[in-house]
C-alpha cells in the first residue's frame, strides 16, 4: 500500500507534467470516446431515416433505386404503379397502413411529393419521431402544398404564398405548371432528415397539374383546365410512383414481401428498408472505417505523450530513484511504482475525459442535429465502449513497462554518480 502512496506524492512533486499529462489522456479519451459516439450516431442516424416502416413497394428494378427515390429523393423511378394495385394491397388483412407517394416534379431543385394524409400520420423517423408541423396545417385542398423546413428556411416562404411547381426533377426546368399555381398552407419542424428537403401536396394535386398534358407535353395557352373547376370529387389518381406499408404483425412481413413480388398483374417489387439501408451503408462505409482510423490514432497519441513525459522524467529522477534503493526499497518496488503513476495517469485522464465529452455532447447535440443531421444520443456508456476504455487502460500498462524496466535496471551506484 505504501507503493501507492509513494506514486501520488511522486506525481504531486511533479503537479506541473501530471496535470499536462493528465489534461492530454482527458482531451484524448473524450475526442475518442466523441468520434466514437459521431460514427454511432451517423449510422444510426442514417439507418432510421425512415422507422417503423416495414415494407415499400414500387415498379420492379433495382432495391437500392428504389430505396433512394423514395427515402433520399435521390434519382427517379423507372416505371410507376397502379393504383388500383396500391388500393388492393392497402386492403390486404396483414397491411395496417399505406403510405402512396407520387413523385415526379420538383420546384427549384428540390422535389415535390405527392401523398395523402397518412403521410403526416404513420410516417416515423429516428427510431419513434412523428412529422410535427412548425406552421399551419396538413393540405386540404387540391392545391394546397407543404414545405419541409430546409425548403422554407432557403426559399423563403411563408404561409399563404404561391408556388408554381416545375415538371421533371432537374435543378432548371423549362415547362412549368404556371397555370396551376399552390399555396403554401404549412411548415414542417426540422426532422434532419431528406423530409426536410422536399415539397408535400396531395395526390389530387399532383393528378391535376398533369391532367391536360398530352404525351409528356404541356395544353396550348388558354385550352388547359381551369384550376377553379377541379376539385378532390372530380380528380380520379390512376397511377403512383410507390408506397410504404407497416403491417399489423412482423411474422406476416416476408410472406406479404412474396404476395407482391410475386404479384400477377403488373411486375412490383417489395423491400425491406432496414436491409437495403444496411447494404447502402455497407457500400460507402469507408468513411465509418476513417473515423474509427482517427478515433485510434487519436488515443495512441495520446498515450504515447504519457509515455514520453514518464520516460523523459526518470532523467530526472535518477537520484530519487538511487535514494529510494539505497533507504532497502526494492528494484521490483520501483518496477511496481513506475507502473502505478501510469494507472493514475490514464485513470484519472480517462475519468475527465467521460466527463468533457458528455459536457461536450450536452451542448453540440442539438447544433449537430440542425447542421448536419447527426443526432447523437446522451445516455450512459455502452459495453463497447466500457471494452475500448478497458482496452486503453490495458495499453498504457504495457507502455508503462518501458520506462519501469529502465528504472528497474537502474542501479545504485548509477544514480549516485553525479555525471559532468
Not at 93 to 113: C, E, K, Q
Not at 167 to 178: A, I, K, L, N
Not at 182 to 191: D, E, N
Not at 231 to 238: H, L, M, R
Amino acid at each position: 500500500m505504501y507503493v501507492v502512496s509513494l506514486a501520488l506524492k511522486s506525481l504531486w512533486n511533479r503537479r506541473l507534467a501530471t496535470v499536462l499529462t493528465v489534461v492530454s489522456i482527458a482531451f484524448s479519451v473524450s475526442l475518442f470516446l466523441g468520434i466514437e459516439r459521431i460514427r454511432i450516431g451517423a449510422h444510426e442516424g442514417f439507418a432510421h431515416t425512415i422507422s417503423k416502416t416495414d415494407l415499400i413497394v414500387g415498379a420492379k428494378g433495382g432495391t437500392v433505386q428504389l430505396l433512394l427515390y423514395t427515402v433520399f429523393r435521390i434519382g427517379s423511378a423507372t416505371d410507376n404503379m397502379s393504383y388500383e394495385s396500391f388500393e388492393e394491397f392497402s386492403q390486404h388483412p396483414d397491411v395496417a397502413w399505406t403510405i402512396p407517394y407520387s413523385l415526379g416534379d420538383s420546384h427549384r431543385g428540390f422535389r415535390v411529393v405527392g401523398t395523402n394524409t397518412n403521410f403526416y400520420k404513420y410516417y416515423q423517423y429516428l427510431r419513434d419521431r412523428h412529422i410535427q408541423f412548425e406552421k399551419g396545417n396538413e393540405p386540404q385542398g387540391v392545391f394546397d402544398v407543404v414545405m419541409g423546413s430546409a425548403v422554407a428556411e432557403k426559399l423563403g416562404y411563408k404561409l399563404g404564398d404561391p408556388v408554381v411547381l416545375s415538371h421533371g426533377v432537374s435543378d432548371v426546368s423549362f415547362q412549368e405548371h404556371g397555370d396551376k399555381p399552390f399555396k403554401v398552407v404549412g411548415v414542417l419542424k426540422r426532422t434532419a432528415t431528406p423530409i426536410d428537403r422536399s415539397l408535400y401536396i396531395t395526390l389530387e394535386g399532383m393528378e391535376a397539374i398533369h391532367m391536360d398534358w398530352v404525351d409528356g407535353a404541356p395544353p396550348l395557352e388558354g385550352q388547359g383546365v381551369d384550376p377553379k373547376d377541379l376539385s378532390a370529387d372530380n380528380i380520379k389518381v390512376e397511377q403512383i410512383t410507390a408506397f410504404l406499408l407497416g403491417t399489423k404483425s412482423r411474422i406476416s412481413v416476408l410472406q406479404l414481401q412474396r404476395d407482391i413480388n410475386d404479384y400477377e398483374f403488373e411486375p412490383l417489387m417489395a423491400i425491406i428498408p432496414g436491409v437495403v439501408l444496411g447494404e447502402l451503408w455497407d457500400g460507402i462505409s469507408y468513411a465509418e472505417n476513417g473515423l474509427r482510423v482517427v478515433s485510434f490514432f487519436v488515443i495512441v497519441v495520446g498515450l504515447l505523450g504519457m509515455l514520453v513525459a514518464i520516460y523523459n522524467s526518470l532523467s530526472e529522477r535518477r537520484r530519487e530513484m538511487a535514494i529510494l534503493r539505497s533507504l532497502g526499497v526494492g528494484a521490483s518496488v520501483v518496477f511496481r511504482l513506475m507502473l502505478y503513476e501510469s494507472m493514475f495517469l490514464t485513470g484519472i485522464g480517462a475519468l475527465l475525459g467521460i466527463v468533457l465529452m458528455y459536457i461536450v455532447l450536452l451542448v453540440s447535440q442539438p447544433l449537430m442535429e440542425e447542421s448536419f443531421g447527426i443526432f447523437v444520443p446522451i445516455e450512459g456508456l455502452s459495453l463497447q465502449e466500457g471494452l475500448y476504455l478497458a482496452a486503453i487502460f490495458g495499453f498504457s500498462m504495457l507502455l508503462a513497462v518501458v520506462p519501469a524496466v529502465r528504472a528497474y535496471r537502474n542501479t545504485l551506484y548509477d544514480g549516485l554518480t553525479i555525471r559532468t
